[in-house]
């Protein structure tokens, strides 16, 4: 009898409630802890990377459509949400870029939790769809010249 199938599917489940947790744990941490400086060590440290995804499509499931929606229309309620959907201001890649890795306002940043690579694939991945057809692609690299020297990101520990 094979059941490998079968626990494979288990498996997967699992993660995704795993992830799901995550991210929520995630929000709430950043949202109320905001910024933290009281610890030297981790000064312009990016901290442990959270999240296995690299492409751009599961990490905006993962992270992003909880608040922007799996449509990217966004959403008003508790809060209000900004749509993503034909976003005339992911016009200059910067912009996004700047958003991921901070955060502004009610939305946390995700520099200590994504490396170059994922912002850059999330990035690439709103920019180029809900009706958004901007196809200059940004890179690693890109993404690593916006972290500013001594930022200190959100972290859950
Ligand atoms: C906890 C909810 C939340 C999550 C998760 C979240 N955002 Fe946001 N996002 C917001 C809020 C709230 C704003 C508006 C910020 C402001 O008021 O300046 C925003 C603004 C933005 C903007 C600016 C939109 C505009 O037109 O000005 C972009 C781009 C963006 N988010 C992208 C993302 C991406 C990509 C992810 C996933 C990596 C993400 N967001 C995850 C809540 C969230």
């Known amino acids: 009898m094979n059941s490998s199938s079968t626990s494979s599917h288990g498996l997967a489940g699992t993660r995704r409630l795993l992830q799901r947790l995550a991210i929520g744990l995630l929000a709430i941490t950043a949202v109320s802890i905001p910024v933290r400086t009281g610890h030297a060590d981790s000064a312009g440290v990016v901290g442990a990377n959270n999240f296995a995804a690299k492409d751009g499509k599961t990490l905006y499931a993962t992270i992003c ?3 922007h929606m799996p449509n990217g229309k966004g ?7 900004p749509a993503l959907a034909g976003d005339k201001n992911l016009e200059s890649a910067g912009y996004p870029i700047y958003l991921v890795l901070n955060g502004q306002k009610a939305m946390p940043g995700f520099g200590g939790f994504l490396d170059d690579d994922q912002v850059a694939a999330v990035v690439n991945y709103v920019r180029s769809n809900f009706g958004n057809s901007y196809t200059d ?3 690693g690299d890109d993404v690593k010249s916006n972290r500013q020297p001594n930022a200190i990101y959100s972290t859950l520990d």
């Not at 959403?75 to 949400?81: K, L, P, S, T």
Request: proline share 0%; glycine share 24%; aromatic share 8%.
């Open 65 to 67: 459509q909880g608040c």
């Open 75 to 81: 959403a008003v309620g508790a809060g209000a949400y």
């Open 137 to 139: 692609k940004v890179s």
